[in-house]
């Protein structure tokens, strides 16, 4: 052990040798799909409000689909605008753009009109993939974008069974009047013929997506994902260990706008051949529901979702032993959620611990997982993916540090984006050429790794609170102190400027009491007496905040840059 992770690479030693040196697959999304499911065209592939889609209907609509985009022009290379949530045309149309060698710019339908503008203005997308739902503000600034040629308007019932599609309709007359560069999904389709030959070529590190950052120091990047991308990191997680069958289902809850809803929540089940059940609108607040309606054997979420299900009523007497990996990811998940997720889990016959991941979206989502319950360690986020290398390094200077010793989260292998689009130079901001040759990607989150190849995270290093007089001060460690007091539900850090000095900031927290707690006075006393005791007096909050609810991105995050502006 020379005592560097990046050389020893002490997590190998829960891999087999196979696994070790397994190869990763050379091939477009689409042949991952279709080689992997050829013996089995009669299984479940999409399960979509109980329409029931299998592998080989799944194949031949992605085959239409791209004989569509063929006849619309679409070819090698042209970029798609998609502003879809999780319908089955979603999964088509992002294997048919892998099959004819397109990419998807894939957008949250959500986002306002000027910032829709923007994304298509970047990638100046000719045709765009819309819900009908975010077609309004589409058209309203379509006419200042001239290069757009067609827009396709999908409904969520396209793909409803019959009774239920005959009800959605009644209950959501539209009243849209679309243009003449429209046309709708059933319209489109036919344009395509499953017997019109489509050519397949696999171009080693051709682009298939673009997934955006979150946008918390400005306009979200977009970040480029090959086919080799999500192969990688869909197949190191399939190799990885964990129990995953095709025989198994799969509830997909996280939205296909972001790498970790369409590499984890869509690709890698469906090569598995598993059953997903697409759900388009997640509500978080109905995630029991949709637990004891499926019975799902694997899921993946945020931290919220899993506080969320805790606290559910409907659950109190359900038997959860169907459940095989509750999979969480996303953020950091708090030592005292994941003790009482692992309660909660045990209470309910599932014999499995949460199943924690880490990664972020330019390495297409996962990274390293607790592949087993011998790899889940309390507080941590497991152990790097066969194929990765993650070690830490002092942000200053790039240096390797040690076991142990906190640093900056580093990321190397195949699941590293090819860069931001058209923009080199915050490309080159977080992919870094080392001395030992390697590209690392720079995470910006700070941890450490232990000799047994664990990996920990200590806080993202953007949200680190450096004082005038250059001390860091941790915003999880004053979030850990005042969670452990038992008087809080929940409870963030910020920064917030310090008016005495010319530079530097100081922390606020913001705080969630419990229910049962009403008086805030009390609370904050006890708060405050707690810090003295527990932090360092240069990381004791200088104001202290109560509300309702700590506010969440659309994915489930706590939204720390809202905090800060309140």
């Known amino acids: 052990m020379t005592g560097y992770p990046s050389i020893d690479k002490p997590w190998l030693k829960y891999y087999s040798e196979e696994v070790i040196n397994a190869k990763l697959p050379k091939k477009t999304l689409y042949r991952c799909l279709k080689d992997n499911n050829a013996d089995f065209p009669n299984n479940t592939a999409l399960n979509y409000f109980n329409n029931k889609i299998d592998y080989k209907t799944l194949i031949e609509k992605t085959d239409i689909t791209a004989a569509a985009l063929s006849q619309l022009g679409i070819k090698n290379g042209d970029i798609i605008t998609f502003l879809m949530p999780t319908l089955p045309e979603t999964v088509y149309l992002l294997y048919a753009i892998s099959k ?17 503008k923007k994304y298509i203005c970047e990638v100046k997308s000719k045709v765009i993939v819309t819900v009908d739902a975010a077609y309004e503000k589409l058209s309203e600034i379509t006419n200042e974008l001239e290069f757009i040629n067609k827009i396709i308007v999908v409904s969520p019932a396209d793909s409803l069974p019959l009774p239920i599609k005959i009800l959605f309709k009644l209950r959501n007359r539209s009243k849209i009047k679309y243009k003449q560069n429209c046309i709708k999904w059933e319209n489109f389709y036919s344009l395509g013929d499953k017997r019109a030959s489509v050519e397949e070529k696999y171009i080693e590190n051709r682009p298939v997506v673009i997934v955006h950052t979150g946008g918390t120091t400005g306009f979200p990047k977009g970040v480029v994902l090959t086919n080799d991308n999500l192969n990688a990191a869909a197949y190191q997680c399939l190799i990885s260990g964990i129990d995953m069958r095709r025989e198994h289902t799969w509830l997909n809850i996280m939205p296909p706008f972001i790498a970790y809803g369409v590499g984890n929540g869509l690709h890698l089940p469906l090569i598995i051949g598993m059953e997903v059940y697409l759900i388009p609108q997640f509500d978080p607040n109905k995630f029991d529901r949709l ?4 019975k799902p054997n694997h899921m993946v979420g945020v ?3 899993y506080g969320n299900l805790i606290k559910s009523k409907n659950l109190v007497k359900a038997d959860l032993s169907y459940i095989i990996a509750p999979t969480v990811g996303g953020d950091t998940m708090d030592k005292n959620l994941e003790i009482a997720t692992n309660s909660f889990l045990k209470e309910h016959n599932c014999e499995y611990a949460i199943t924690k991941g880490y990664g972020m979206t330019e390495v297409c989502a996962a990274v390293s997982v607790c592949i087993s319950n011998e790899c889940n360690k309390l507080g941590s986020v497991g ?8 070690s830490i390094f002092d942000p200053d200077t790039d240096k390797e540090l040690k076991y142990g010793e906190p640093g900056e989260i580093c990321i190397s292998g195949p699941n590293t984006m090819l860069g931001y689009f058209n923009n080199e130079k915050e490309t080159n901001h977080i992919i870094k050429r080392h001395s030992d ?13 232990t000799e047994e190849g664990f990996l920990y995270i200590l806080d993202r290093l953007k949200r680190i609170i450096i004082r005038h007089d250059g001390f ?3 915003p999880s460690e004053i979030e850990k102190c005042i969670l452990s007091t038992g008087l809080v539900k929940n409870v963030a850090a910020v920064k917030i400027p310090d008016n005495e000095h010319v530079q530097g900031y100081l922390p606020a927290v913001f705080i969630v009491p419990n229910e049962e707690n009403i008086n805030n006075d009390e609370i904050e006393e006890k708060i405050k007496n707690a810090c003295k005791q527990r932090l360092p007096e240069y990381s004791l909050p200088k104001e202290y905040y109560f509300i309702d609810s700590l506010p969440l991105t659309p994915i489930g995050k706590v939204d720390y840059l809202k905090l800060e502006n309140l």
Do not use: C, Q
């Open 100 to 116: 004819i060698g397109a990419i998807a710019n894939m957008v949250d339908p959500r986002t306002s009109a000027d910032g829709i």
């Open 472 to 474: 860091k001060i941790f």
């Open 303 to 305: 931290p919220s979702h």
């Open 291 to 294: 637990i004891i309606k499926y």
């Open 383 to 390: 152990i790097p993916f066969s194929h990765t290398l993650i």
């Open 437 to 449: 040759g390697e590209l690392w990607v720079h995470s910006g989150d700070i941890g450490y790794m």
